[in-house]
């Protein structure tokens, strides 16, 4: 990828994840519904065999009755953007039963006769079922519920206070019970993951706080895996990890996409500062760099920069990327995570536990470190 190339996707990134456009883009779909005296109105799009859309289900009625909206409910039958199927419908199932359990949700299981929408939702630009549209903005099952929830509520559509249904859980950070030996947390993560990027630092926060160890353990990008990632999805997750890094508190949108060769000589870093025990510096400087601050690790420049301040030196990156091996360790790895019944990053797990996925689910991790304690 030229020079001129990743700096025109930096451009296209910091306009897709612009918070003034998006503005923008909600006030112009709100304008013109006014201007056609349409009622405001959600489209859910449901699979009746998907795990996440019979939670998502469960939250229709009480948003008519929250909201002054309508509810256009269709039926799809998708394949979620992932490649493997059933690892993903293996891994949802778990997925559900632990939201099931934490919310108090009970999921919608019988048929609906709703109008089929695979087409619309092709239209609308989407590739996923459990997703709720409104005016532009995709919402994704109940973990992005509460972001549709405030902007009913931003424009004046509640009924009542805003009180979310669901609202995403935080990290506790309490003392474990009981003594206990050193656990061992297992993540998995990669270059070119915005994700991973959102996760980093909650995963240092935990790992301090109980303190545990961690084992960095770093996978190639899915599409460097031979994983195509549709262009939808990638504007999804692009927008995605935007509106999530603002609840977070982090830094995001200044992009260049790290993909080839800057992903590859990360690797060789990132395997050298593990060895020195600065792992998690250089994940975190890398990431941050390549997301949040328009750095281009492809560089020289660029790459020295995001090594330098995670610690290593000049001597340490000649070393580092003389040093091929980190592609066994990475194939190694991917190997690992799929024997877990996973494909995706990040990933986690503790000890013995069950591998967990996503940075949204990183309470998780820290509910079975203090189930353990």
């Known amino acids: 990828m030229g020079r001129s190339h990743r700096l025109f996707s930096r451009m296209i990134a910091q306009t897709i994840t612009s918070t003034q456009v998006d503005q923008w883009r909600q006030q112009g779909y709100a304008f013109c519904r006014k201007i056609r005296r349409k009622p405001p109105t959600i489209l859910y799009f449901h699979q009746a065999d998907d795990p996440y859309s019979q939670l998502a289900a469960s939250m229709l009625q009480p948003l008519q009755e929250r909201y002054h909206i309508k509810i256009r409910p269709y039926l799809v039958h998708c394949e979620n953007g992932v490649v493997d199927h059933s690892r993903f419908a293996q891994w949802a199932c778990r997925d559900a039963e632990r939201l099931c359990h934490r919310f108090g949700l009970n999921p919608v299981t019988n048929q609906f006769e709703w109008p089929n929408g695979n087409e619309l939702l092709k239209m609308l630009g989407h590739y996923s079922s459990a997703m709720f549209y409104f005016e532009g903005t995709w919402y994704w099952g109940i973990d992005r519920l509460h972001y549709l929830e405030y902007r009913l509520m931003q424009s004046g559509l509640a009924s009542e206070a805003y009180i ?11 003392p474990l019970k009981t003594n206990h030996d050193k656990h061992l947390i297992h993540f998995f993560c990669s270059l070119r993951s915005p994700y991973t990027w959102l996760a980093v630092h909650r995963m240092r926060k935990l ?9 960095i353990k770093f ?12 262009l939808a999805k990638r504007l ?30 990360g690797l060789a870093l990132l395997q050298y500062a593990i060895q020195l025990g600065i792992g998690l510096d250089f994940l975190e400087s890398f ?31 000649a070393d580092a990327l003389a040093d091929s091996s980190w592609r066994q360790v990475a194939e190694s790895n991917r190997q690992e995570l799929l024997a877990l019944g996973l494909w995706g990053v990040p990933s986690f797990y503790c000890d013995a536990k069950p591998a967990l996925w996503g940075q949204d689910r990183l309470w998780m991790l820290e509910e079975d470190l203090l189930n353990m304690s």
Do not use: W
């Open 236 to 265: 999804y997750i692009l927008r995605d990890a935007k509106r999530e890094s603002q609840r977070l508190d982090l830094p995001f949108g200044r992009v260049v996409d790290p993909l080839g060769v800057a992903v590859e000589r």
């Open 219 to 230: 996978v190639l990008p899915m599409v460097m895996r031979g994983m195509p990632v549709p």
């Open 164 to 174: 979310p249904l669901v609202s995403p859980p935080e990290l506790r950070l309490q």
């Open 287 to 317: 990431l941050k760099g390549v997301f949040a601050e328009g750095v281009d690790a492809e560089s020289n420049k660029g790459l020295s920069f995001l090594a330098h301040r995670s610690g290593l030196t000049q001597s340490d990156i």
């Open 207 to 215: 790992t301090e706080f109980y303190s545990c160890d961690l084992e």
